[in-house]
């Protein structure tokens, strides 16, 4: 044992464990208690938050939405953001610090400033709606906004920089060697990528897919400026649950719930990584 | 050019454009001489940004902002630097699943976090405090400052600070005038996360604010939630000038590309 490594760590551990595990751990007897509308958390133990979560049809609705988004999100991030990654992997350019901070850049600027950019091009008034309308594209604005289409636009947006970046990183730890060897063996580029570059760079995919999903599901800004109150996710679902219903045994359980599941995804990952070094 | 090579250019101009409209957007509505938000801009005015900066609601929150993103930033560098060198350089029992906890709150969904210390500092009777918000911010941030310190120390030579030790050099004084200068970009890009992380956040901060006191972002937030003027996008650009500022500062300081 040492004494001294335990003695640094504490301070952390112990800040963790107050105000992020414990009180996430306390939601749970709340979930299971009855909400009294106008008062708010009741006597007793019951179960029906829970029996809502899968029975509401509005609550299952939301839940579907979520994860479709998720895996939409990843899907576009991952085919979009590939290639981008790649050439900020491999380019000798002088260009690519400068590569490297335009996409950085919308990473580090503000969520709210950047749903509100998306707001300004896709409302109904907005600059894309303008711009059809006066090219004759359309004759009446498009919804863009407060459906599947503006929250796709947006979390891809948010998201795409994480995924560019860790897939750069993926493609960067390839040693550029046995592509050129493959090259050299008489493979044309197309199959030198899809049978060398591609699978090397599984563990970048699984890693980012994974965090774009979780990321995803999780975001709250986003889904509320460019979905509105009624276009809900269950990030947003929760928001109410708290703060304009006060129903905080309903809104536990689905926290609970959106926990789960980003705990079992990240689970999931970490055995399918493992699986792969082992292989490997 | 070959078909190839112009297709190749053409979507990675395609691809920065779709990353950088929204912030050009904001900042040409933010010129804009009408009173409601338009792109292109009608007529040219910088009146919006002077509203901004006589507007006390948004010096104050813009104040609240950065006293809390400095505190959070001081609390996690020297939380999460003590915790980096007991994972690195110390035998310490289960630093697997230590280190794993630490990072937790990066994957954990923020309004999860948010929720539960709603719920958790009214039962205790510190809801709205500055401390509370403060605290909730440090370990959302830590993380950062953890990953950043252990990637450095990785990379440093402990025998260095052994010889400092054995030269006669207590382990504080070894510590501070031997690892911890070693470890300065650990420590500086850490803690730029960190600030930038906290400065950001709403969705921690919108519940655990109290109502006289509200952070630049959840301000923002809340006036976007209910009809937007050009002062939203002047006072937004004004978070993007300072953003890239920043951001190039660090590039030339650090050259971060080279962590990325």
Do not use: C
Not at chain 1, 132 to 161: C, E, K, S
């Amino acid at each position: 044992m040492n004494r001294r490594g335990l003695l640094l760590l504490t301070p952390a551990i112990v800040l963790l464990v107050v105000v992020f595990a414990a009180p996430v751990a306390l939601m749970f007897p709340t979930s299971l208690r009855p909400y009294i509308p106008g008062q708010g958390i009741g006597e007793g133990w019951t179960a029906e938050n829970y029996v809502k979560l899968v029975t509401d049809p509005f609550v299952l609705r939301v839940g579907a939405r979520t994860i479709g988004l998720g895996f939409t999100v990843t899907l576009v991030t991952l085919v979009a953001g590939y290639p981008l990654a790649y050439v900020i992997a491999r380019t000798r350019s002088r260009a690519r610090p400068w590569l490297v901070v335009l996409v950085v850049f919308p990473l580090l600027l503000n969520l709210v400033v950047r749903s509100f950019g998306w707001i300004a091009l896709l409302a109904n008034r907005g600059l894309v709606n303008e711009t059809l309308l006066a090219l004759g594209v359309i004759d009446a604005p498009i919804r863009l906004m407060f459906n599947f289409t503006g929250l796709l636009v947006g979390l891809t947006h948010i998201f795409l920089p994480f995924m560019i970046l860790v897939l750069a990183a993926a493609i960067h730890n390839i040693p550029a060697e046995l592509e050129e060897a493959s090259g050299t063996l008489g493979a044309n580029r197309a199959v030198t990528f899809l049978t060398v570059t591609l699978p090397l760079s599984l563990p970048g995919i699984l890693g980012g897919s994974i965090l774009v999903f979780v990321l995803t599901i999780s975001a709250l800004v986003t889904p509320r400026l460019l979905g509105g109150p009624t276009y809900q996710v269950m990030s947003t679902m929760i928001y109410d649950q708290f703060v304009q219903l006060l129903d905080w045994p309903g809104g536990s359980a689905m926290a609970m719930a959106l926990t789960a599941i980003v705990l079992l995804m990240i689970g999931f990952s970490s055995l399918l990584a493992a699986r792969y070094r082992v292989r490997g | 050019m070959s078909v190839a090579r112009v297709t190749g250019r053409l979507y990675l101009a395609l691809l920065l454009a779709f990353l950088l409209a929204p912030v050009v957007v904001v900042v040409l509505a933010s010129l804009s001489t009408t009173s409601y938000l338009t792109v292109p801009p009608k007529g040219l005015t910088l009146r919006w940004f002077g509203e901004v900066l006589r507007n006390p609601e948004f010096l104050d929150a813009i104040a609240t902002s950065l006293v809390l993103a400095a505190a959070a930033t001081a609390g996690s560098l020297v939380l999460g630097t003590a915790a980096a060198y007991a994972l690195v350089r110390r035998a310490v029992p289960g630093a697997a699943g230590v280190s794993a906890f630490l990072m937790a709150p990066l994957v954990f969904p923020g309004v999860v976090i948010g929720v539960a210390l709603l719920q958790f500092y009214t039962q205790v009777g510190i809801a709205g405090s500055f401390a509370g918000l403060a605290a909730a911010h440090v370990v959302i941030t830590v993380p950062y400052v953890v990953r950043a310190v252990m990637a450095s120390l990785a990379g440093v030579d402990g025998s260095i600070e052994e010889a400092a030790r054995v030269l006669g050099a207590s382990p504080l004084t070894a510590f501070f005038t031997v690892t911890l200068p070693l470890v300065r970009p650990g420590l500086v890009s850490g803690g730029l996360f960190s600030f930038i992380i906290s400065f950001d956040n709403v969705p921690v901060s919108i519940f655990l604010l109290n109502v006289r006191q509200t952070t630049l972002p959840v301000k923002i937030f809340t006036m976007v939630e209910y009809g937007v003027d050009p002062s939203v996008a002047a006072v937004s650009t004004l978070l993007i000038i300072a953003t890239g500022l920043g951001l190039v500062l660090a590039e030339r300081w650090t050259g971060f590309h080279k962590f990325v």
